[in-house]
């Protein structure tokens, strides 16, 4: 399957989507080697996925993506296999105008950093924007999770215009 998403940086002022949140759940996940693509063990909440992603295209925009919930014992013995630590995040849901964005609150090493996504049918799909979405950082490797783990928020925040640090 294609993924075609875009990423956002979202206000420092939380007030706004915080109330607009419909649900929210706790994620943790971690990288395996992988060259050539991206092999990502998730836990969410109860439940355990498999995902490899494709190189990126399109600028960030769009990619190959496989997902498959496993078992949980599976998940975790894989695990134990990743190598440079551990995403840990509460992923927060909000509907807005037809489309739902999903909210990254990081924790742990990457404590301060929330960005929201949105993913399209198409690249070209137009959306409405909701009042707490910051500049596009699309295809920015800085947000990608995997670089995370090697250069975790903190040693570059600075990049990060004020009002969304």
Not at 58 to 73: H, N, P, Q, T, V
Request: glycine share 8%; with cysteine; hydrophobic share 30%.
């Amino acid at each position: 399957m294609q993924e075609i998403e875009r990423k956002f940086l979202v206000r420092k002022d939380s007030s706004t989507w915080r109330s607009m949140v419909s649900s929210s759940s706790r994620i943790a996940q971690g990288y395996m080697d992988c060259k050539g693509a991206t092999v990502r063990i998730r836990l969410r909440d109860s439940q355990a996925y498999l995902t490899i992603k494709g190189p990126s295209a399109d600028k960030g925009l769009s990619r190959y993506e496989f997902e498959k919930e496993i078992d949980r014992a599976d998940a975790e013995q894989l695990l134990r296999l990743c190598r440079g630590g551990m995403i840990e995040k509460t992923r927060h849901l909000v509907d807005y105008a037809g489309h739902t964005f999903e909210i990254d609150e990081s924790h742990g090493v990457n404590q301060g950093l929330v960005f929201a996504e949105v993913e399209l049918e198409s690249a070209g799909e137009s959306f409405e924007r909701p009042p707490f979405l910051g500049p596009e950082v699309t295809g920015n490797r800085l947000f990608y999770n995997s670089h995370l783990l090697r250069c975790p928020y903190p040693q570059w925040r600075e990049q990060v215009p004020e009002e969304y640090r």
